[in-house]
């Protein structure tokens, strides 16, 4: 056979765990640095969440300027933005009262009806929905968090299922603090890349904890940290490929997809290579606060 | 083929074939096939195939507001039946406060009252009634306007002529609608923008010093007209005739007033308004629409035919729009929009075809990927992969379920993380190898290793997808479905079908010794 896998010893034998103060260290001031930029810059907030109304035009012998020019005369708050290409425009306007809001949009469809070739989108969401959408939102991620705990707890012990949650929450953190730098729509989509990060990078701690579980059985005399460095070391191999073409499947999302989809394909991007991370660095780090011997012996 | 049963490779065979079978109809996509088999296909969201989403609000504090003034109007009535002075009468929000001169007849009163609308509260203060909307009385009120406003709804959707509009109740006092193919959404939102309550008024003109006072007497109301603010009317509180008794209404046009509405009454309507016409001849009646008054024209005979037009400066389409409005019946209360999102055709093509790229691009990376790794067994995961996406595909248009931009995600990042089960696998096989010679062991122990794992990583992923679909809405909901499909069709392939494959490989070639 001919594969290349050989370049991944097949028993590799890395110290991670020799690196957790550092990682550790680094995951913290992340994590602080994301909860400073939460709590000051904030979120791009899209108008899932912000409410406002948004229309997306193809033009046609025209300028972003032109078209900026007609709107800006008649509302002050318009903002307008190329989407993908030059012709392709979106047009953003904040959020009024709701039956002012759809009086709007067709004021500036009339406005700039002779400048378009086709309205290709409008939204508008009103304030009391992008509320309780957000509501929404963060009671999914909540309950994830708590429904992947509980079942951690009941598939292991109590201990794997803190790890592991300790690790998602700083995935979920992380990210954000991502998004908040690199000024990433936030909308209902991102939600669901969260959600979906947390299952992806529990995935990747639940297989390394299974091969940890599996380790405390087989060798009862190794010390913890070098029982968790074995661990991660047998699944290194295995977490590095499903990483890699679970990127490559988003790469291809984030280039080709559409310009749509593109805030979501780069937050799953960010999530999965966080995800990756902090399943050996920080998820099983996390197990050694618990001594699992002798007392798990014992029993 | 050594040790692997039959019932087993023709469970495997069967399902695969029957997932490529199932994708076909979603591949052709014959869009008005009614063939049962060709039916079956994937239905595009909205965003991919263009399409109004509506979320509307039932105004209710206009229909608690209008029972309060009810309740006004009743005590006024029964009071003066009753020869009880009322000093005051105030409408709060959630009470109308009524005091009386003196405090003998006030439970009589009550008493009368209550016959008329029951399930309301009373408080008595000495000279003080005081008559509560109560939530459950609050409650009475908005399942029925709910219930009135999604059966005009539909109605004034079907007249507009859109084809297979979804409408629906979403919580306690919304509605949501979806109108796939849609182009003019602003039409749709002026047709549900109207409450169409239509009424029938006799104008009193002898009372010129109310209109100038703007203050109208008991049983009386001014109305504004439509075209022109100036000008009020003084028109009899109750209604002679309304919306509820036409049988039937359509545009047409008046040689002398240009586009009109032709209407029809029942019977009942007929009947009432042949009275009132008769007695009331030399008088005007007015048309009063949503609360302004479209035209008074003066009565100069009796109408007993039980039909007639109304004019105003329509044009064709105003007047076949206000025809289908009338048609369907007045809405109990307003409707406000919430929530729009409409997607043009040229968009949702355009996101079709996007996607398709990127889950074919990301499939062909990823098959590289692993034959690159993995060599052989690479190329029979990939085997296993495809047969995935085609099950994932079927399962969506044998189910029903909605494609949405999301959901085109969601399948391609099932194409990237379908793999792992297999992964997982082969590095169990990796490992296993090492440990022994013997081929089939090899394989056998592989599988039985990595079994525990793929059940825990997958369930833990379908825990998150199954929590996006339960808050999640539109799109989202698209999402978690293909996830969900996803997961469930890799646990299938990865754990029977690569396992059925490497069997097969595994006899044919007849290797003796497995390094991986």
């Not at chain 2, 379908?418 to 296993?432: C, G, M, P, S, T």
Request: include cysteine; charged fraction near 20%; charge should be neutral.
């Amino acid at each position: 056979m001919f594969g290349l896998n050989k370049i991944i010893p097949v028993e590799p034998n890395i110290n991670f765990l020799g690196l957790r103060k550092n990682f550790l260290i680094f995951s913290i001031l992340a994590i602080l640095v994301s909860i400073g930029l939460l709590s000051i810059k904030g979120l791009n907030l899209g108008i899932d969440f912000k409410g406002g109304t948004l229309i997306e035009v193809s033009t046609k012998n025209t300028s972003i300027g032109e078209l900026r020019e007609i709107l800006s005369s008649s509302y002050g708050d318009v903002s307008l933005q190329e989407f993908g290409n030059e012709n392709i425009i979106l047009i953003r306007l904040q959020n009024k009262s709701n039956q002012e809001s759809i009086e709007t949009v067709n004021s500036v469809k009339s406005l700039i009806q002779d400048k378009v070739i086709e309205f290709r989108r409008s939204e508008f969401v009103g304030p009391t929905i992008s509320s309780e959408l957000l509501f929404r939102g963060f009671q999914a991620v909540s309950f994830a968090l708590i429904a992947i705990l509980i079942y951690i707890w009941l598939r292991f012990e109590w201990q794997f299922g803190f790890g592991a949650v300790v690790a998602l929450t700083h995935d979920v953190l992380f990210t954000l603090g991502l998004l908040s730098i690199l000024n990433v729509e936030f909308s209902l989509a991102t939600i669901a890349a969260i959600l979906t990060i947390a299952g992806y990078s529990i995935n990747d701690t639940v297989v390394i904890f299974d091969r940890v579980r599996e380790n405390l059985r087989k060798y009862k005399k190794l010390e913890l940290v070098d029982l968790f460095n074995l661990s991660v070391n047998n699944t290194l191999s295995r977490t590095i490929m499903t990483s890699l073409t679970t990127l490559l499947a988003l790469v291809s999302l984030f280039i080709f997809g559409g310009e749509v989809i593109r805030p979501f394909a780069l937050t799953m991007i960010i999530g999965v290579i966080i995800g990756t991370y902090s399943s050996v660095f920080i998820a099983v780090p996390t197990l050694l606060i618990f001594k699992f011997r002798p007392q798990d012996e014992d029993d | 083929m050594k040790n692997y049963p039959i019932w087993k490779s023709f469970t495997v065979l069967s399902i695969v074939l029957l997932g490529i079978i199932f994708a076909i109809p979603s591949i052709i996509y014959d869009e008005n096939s009614e063939n049962w088999f060709l039916k079956n296909k994937i239905n595009l969201g909205l965003d991919l195939q263009g399409g109004s989403y509506l979320l509307l609000e039932v105004q209710l504090d206009v229909l608690y507001k209008e029972e309060l003034d009810n309740f006004a109007d009743s005590i006024r009535l029964i009071s003066r039946d009753k020869a009880a002075k009322i000093e005051q009468i105030v409408i709060k929000e959630n009470d109308v406060i009524v005091t009386f001169a003196d405090i003998n007849k006030i439970k009589d009163i009550r008493d009368s009252f209550f016959q008329m609308y029951r399930g309301v509260s009373f408080q008595i203060n000495n000279n003080k009634l005081n008559i509560k909307l109560n939530d459950d009385y609050k409650k009475i009120i908005q399942d029925s306007a709910i219930k009135q406003s999604l059966e005009i709804v539909r109605k004034r959707i079907d007249e507009s002529g859109t084809k297979e509009p979804l409408i629906q109740r979403s919580g306690k006092k919304r509605i949501l609608l979806q109108l796939p193919g849609v182009k003019d959404p602003e039409r749709i939102k002026d047709l549900l923008g109207k409450t169409a309550k239509l009424t029938f008024h006799i104008v009193d003109d002898e009372n010129a010093s109310a209109i100038n006072n703007n203050l109208a007497p008991f049983g009386k109301m001014i109305l504004l007209d439509i075209y022109d603010e100036d000008i009020k009317y003084l028109l009899n509180k109750r209604a002679v005739v309304g919306g509820e008794n036409l049988v039937d209404a359509k545009g047409s046009f008046d040689q002398t007033e240009g586009h009109a509405v032709s209407f029809r009454f029942d019977t009942e309507g007929a009947q009432k308004f042949g009275k009132v016409t008769t007695n009331n001849i030399g008088k005007r009646m007015a048309v009063v629409l949503d609360g302004v008054v479209i035209t008074a024209p003066r009565i100069s005979s009796a109408i007993t035919g039980g039909s007639g037009i109304i004019t105003g400066n329509f044009n064709a389409q105003e007047a076949s729009d206000l025809a289908v409005l009338l048609r369907a019946g007045a809405l109990p209360a307003p409707l406000e929009i919430v929530e729009e999102r409409s997607v043009g055709a040229g968009l949702g093509a355009d996101s079709i075809a996007a996607g398709q790229i990127a889950a074919i691009i990301g499939m062909v990376l990823v098959c590289i990927f692993m034959i690159l790794i993995y060599g052989t067994f690479g190329a029979l995961a990939n085997v296993s992969l495809i047969v995935n996406l085609f099950i994932i595909i079927s399962l969506l248009g044998t189910i029903g379920a909605t494609l949405t931009l999301p959901g085109i995600a969601g399948i391609v990042l099932t194409i990237g993380m379908a793999v792992d089960a297999n992964v997982l696998i082969f590095e169990r096989i990796k490992e296993e190898s090492l440990k022994q010679t013997k081929v089939f062991q090899i394989v056998k122990n592989g599988f039985d290793r990595a079994m525990s794992t793929i059940l825990d990583a997958n369930i833990t992923t379908l825990i998150a997808a199954v929590l996006l679909f339960a808050f999640g809405s539109g799109p989202i909901r698209g999402f978690s479905i293909t996830l969900s499909l996803g997961v469930i069709a890799s646990m299938f392939t990865a754990l029977m079908l690569t396992n059925f494959l490497l069997y097969m490989y595994l006899s044919i070639s007849n290797k003796k010794e497995l390094k991986l």
